[in-house]
C-alpha cells in the first residue's frame, strides 16, 4: 500500500522557519519526481515546487523561490521542505505528492503550517 | 504562468445528473492536463490525467476530454460520492497551474 505520512507543521512566527518533511512506502521512491502542493483558503490548490528522482532539477513557484527549499533523500525515502522568511500568506495545509508524468497520483494527509504572531 | 479558468465556480446538481465541468487554459497545453477531486479534511485524489485517461480504480462515470486550451470533465450520472471539489491542473510547463475549483453540491 503507498503511504506518504508529512510532518513538521505547526505554529511559526512571520520571519521564522518549518522543515517539513514526507515520509514515503510502498512505491519505488527514487524513481518517483516529488512534489509540494499547498491549499490555502482563499487560492485553493497552489503548486508549490518539484524535484527530479536525483535532485538534478528543482523546480518552484515565484512566491516562494529563494525562501523554500525542496530536497530529498532516496535512502531514507524521505522528502522535505525546508521553508524560511515564511510570511502569513503561507499559512496552509501542505500536501507532498509522487508525480506521475506530471500529474500527481499519491498524496499525503498533509500538514497544517500556521503563520501568526 | 498559465492561467487555468474553471466554470462554474459552484454547480448546484442532484443525484443522476449529468455534469459538465469546464477548465480553459490561457494557451495551449497540447494533452498536458489533469482533474482531481478533493473531500474536505482529504487529499486530493487524481481522476484523469492527459486529458481524457482515467486513472486506475477512478469509475467509468467520469470522463475527460479536450486539448490546446478548452477542457472537460463529465459525470455522466451524479452519485452521492462525487459531491466534493474539482480541480483542473496543467503540467504542459513550470510553474504548473490549477485551476481555482468548482464545488459540486446539492
Known amino acids: 500500500e503507498v503511504q506518504l505520512v508529512e510532518s513538521g507543521g505547526g505554529l511559526v512566527q512571520p520571519g521564522g522557519s518549518l522543515r517539513l518533511s514526507c515520509a514515503a512506502s510502498?512505491?519505488?521512491?527514487?524513481?518517483?519526481?516529488m512534489t509540494w502542493v499547498r491549499r490555502t483558503p482563499g487560492k485553493g490548490l497552489e503548486w508549490v515546487a518539484t524535484?527530479?528522482?536525483?535532485?538534478?532539477?528543482?523546480y518552484y513557484v515565484d512566491s516562494v523561490r529563494g525562501r523554500f527549499t525542496i530536497s530529498r533523500d532516496n535512502a531514507k525515502n524521505s522528502l522535505y521542505l525546508q521553508m524560511s522568511s515564511l510570511r502569513a500568506e503561507d499559512t496552509a495545509v501542505y500536501y507532498c505528492?509522487?508525480?506521475?508524468?506530471?500529474?500527481?497520483?499519491?498524496w499525503g494527509q498533509g500538514t497544517l503550517v500556521t503563520v501568526s504572531s | 504562468d498559465i492561467q487555468m479558468t474553471q466554470s462554474p465556480s459552484t454547480l448546484s446538481a442532484s443525484v443522476g445528473d449529468r455534469v459538465t465541468i469546464t477548465c480553459r487554459a490561457s494557451q495551449s497545453i497540447s494533452v498536458w492536463l489533469a482533474w482531481y477531486q478533493q473531500k474536505p479534511g482529504k487529499a486530493p485524489n487524481l481522476l484523469i490525467y492527459k486529458a481524457s485517461d482515467l486513472e486506475s480504480g477512478v469509475p467509468s462515470r467520469f470522463s475527460g476530454s479536450g486539448s490546446g486550451t478548452e477542457f472537460t470533465l463529465t459525470i455522466s450520472s451524479l452519485q452521492p460520492d462525487d459531491f466534493a471539489t474539482y480541480y483542473c491542473?496543467?503540467?504542459?510547463?513550470?510553474?504548473?497551474?490549477f485551476g481555482q475549483g468548482t464545488k459540486v453540491e446539492i
Open positions: 491542473q496543467q503540467f504542459d510547463r513550470y510553474p504548473r497551474t
Open positions: 524535484i527530479k528522482p536525483d535532485e538534478g532539477e528543482k
Open positions: 510502498g512505491f519505488t521512491f527514487s524513481t518517483y519526481w
Open positions: 505528492a509522487g508525480d506521475k508524468s506530471g500529474s500527481m497520483i499519491y
